[in-house]
């Protein structure tokens, strides 16, 4: 029987993924109402507006949580507490003035960047609302990364779930009456609607500015309420303080650097999407609101459900690299070996059914969830997209990897190369074969699927690491391809005698309990994974009651 660690590294990501979990879920109801009051264009406009808001945030903040976390937490392990205090501090600087910088260039720049670089100018009432925010977020990034650094999960978790809460509540208020204030005040124009989508847009993008705000006021309450025990710990650290800040600011940019530029050829995708597909739309003599509708499928319905799987891989790929950074440091082979596969597994025994799931009962899903909306086009999308659930959460975990190892680069060259590849496809389908929406899914499975292979080649030869395939693929298939037949039987019959929305309800329910079933049964976990777990001994005693462990 294995032994619960108190601090396990599985439980603090399970910790983070929980709160993903329930900020996507938050994510996804909100998304409801939003999507009746704004429409298919005004998602359109949202979301092209949040692919440019997404690319400053990447050349500012997405990379802080994860590089301060790998700083400080290398530091604290070798019980430099003031080293580790200072490396803080010199990203909190460097946040309030890349973030800042960032924040005026957006601002005064969103209706050059939405007319003349996106082709879509009713964006920039959204995106000039978005631009304060990359400057709080950078700040929150940095926050964030400090907690996980010192392997506190839940103030991250607390301050996602809040954070997630208000955007949800504002956005749906401040969308409900901008919507209905740009339709009086341009009812007289050509397209009183199309004014009143983007200024209902702009309405949905107020959510998330005061939602971020909420989540680092909350954080920063935390800092003064823990900061009484850090500063015991700076005082009575006995190093002595050997590095400048001029040193501590070209680590953290060093480290940062890299980072940075992994997550923009990571994440850049939506941008590049979003551009493209507009300007080959435009340059086809395709109508605006057209193309704006299906971008606003693809961000507001498709995208919505396929974060929900990958929000859990990137909190528990987060939860690795401070574990993993100090196994390294200790130079623990076994330990090293045991994290990456023990993440990798857990991952794919999620990532895996949600895959299948999303193929089988694509469209009632959607109907499930997004019920006034016409979930044809959304629903073909995820029966075609579902796949990338699992490569992007591998991709996630990958990348993860090999910066614990302070192997920044690879990363970075990996992406560029399968980004290479998703531009290259994705103009191939667009122009050459004019698969229009659906060209863009398949080329982000293209692209996450490249990195997949790319970043496992980079492992293997960087440690000789080998992912066992067994009980990390083959059974989570099996069991997965077991369910997805019996889901797809139950809706079938179901809904030929109850309402389609109970007749999915019935069938979701039936998934995951044969999904559990058929994983257990076949070895996909073992009782010591299990203990790992959140309410590990509970689930154990569930379980062998039950047969289904022995």
Not at 7 to 23: D, E, H
């Amino acid at each position: 029987m294995a032994k619960k660690k108190k601090k396990n590294f599985l439980v603090q990501g399970s910790i983070l993924a929980f709160a993903g979990i329930i900020s996507q879920v938050i994510g996804l109801i909100y998304r409801i109402p939003l999507i009746n009051i704004i429409g298919s264009e005004g998602m359109g406009y949202y979301n092209v507006a949040f692919s440019i808001y997404t690319v400053a945030l990447m050349l500012t903040s997405y990379s802080l949580p994860l590089a301060v976390s790998k700083l400080v937490s290398a530091r604290i392990a070798e019980r430099k507490f003031k080293e580790a205090n200072r490396m803080f501090k010199c990203a909190l600087s460097f946040a309030i003035i890349a973030g800042g910088f960032m924040t005026v260039i957006i601002y005064f720049g969103s209706d050059f960047i939405a007319s003349k670089i996106m082709s879509m100018p009713k964006s920039t009432y959204a995106l000039s609302v978005l631009a304060p925010c990359i400057v709080i977020v950078s700040i929150l990034g940095v926050m964030r990364g400090f907690f996980q650094g010192n392997e506190s999960m839940i103030p991250t978790a607390m301050s996602q779930v809040l954070e997630q809460i208000i955007n949800a509540i504002t956005s749906i208020v401040a969308a409900y009456f901008l919507f209905r204030i740009g339709f009086a005040y341009y009812d007289k124009s050509k397209d009183p609607l199309g004014m009143a989508a983007a200024y209902a847009a702009a309405g949905g993008t107020l959510g998330t500015l005061a939602g971020a705000l909420t989540s680092l006021v909350i954080l920063v309450l935390i800092y003064y309420a823990f900061r009484s025990v850090w500063r015991r710990r700076v005082k009575n650290d006995r190093h002595r303080l050997t590095q400048k800040k001029a040193d501590s600011y070209r680590i953290l940019m060093s480290t940062i650097g890299p980072v940075i530029l992994s997550a923009t050829v990571y994440n850049i995708t939506d941008f590049i999407d979003s551009g493209l597909f507009s300007n080959i739309m435009h340059w086809q003599g395709n109508d605006r609101g057209g193309y704006a509708s299906l971008l606003g499928m693809m961000g507001g319905q498709y995208n919505t459900l396929i974060n929900v799987p990958i929000a859990f891989a990137a909190a528990l790929g987060s939860s690795l690299i401070p574990s993993l950074t100090r196994s390294i440091h200790e130079k623990n082979k076994k330990q090293i070996r045991n994290k990456i596969q023990t993440v990798t597994r857990f991952n794919m025994s999620i990532a895996i059914p949600c895959a299948v799931g999303f193929i089988v009962l694509a469209k009632p899903i959607m109907d499930l969830l997004f019920f006034t909306e016409d979930n044809v086009i959304p629903g073909r999308m995820l029966q075609i997209g579902g796949i990338s659930v699992v490569f992007f959460c591998l991709s996630t975990v990958t990348n993860n990897v090999l910066q614990s190892f302070d192997d920044m680069m690879t990363p970075v060259k990996t992406g560029a190369i399968a980004l290479l590849i998703h531009v290259v496809s994705l103009i191939i389908m667009l122009t050459v074969f004019q698969w229009n929406i659906y060209g863009v899914i398949i080329s982000k499975i293209i692209f996450a699927g490249s990195i997949c292979i790319l970043n496992s080649h980079a492992i293997r030869r960087k440690i000789g690491y080998y992912q066992e395939t067994r009980r990390t693929f083959i059974i989570p298939i099996i069991s997965a391809v077991i369910m997805g037949i019996v889901a797809g039987f139950t809706h079938f019959f179901c809904i030929l005698f109850i309402n389609p929305i109970i007749a999915t309800l019935i069938s979701l329910i039936f998934a995951v309990i044969t999904y559990i079933i058929a994983i257990l049964l076949l070895g996909g976990l073992t009782k010591d994974e299990i203990y790992e777990m959140p309410k590990g001994e509970k689930l154990v005693k569930i379980f062998t009651k039950l047969h289904l462990l022995h």
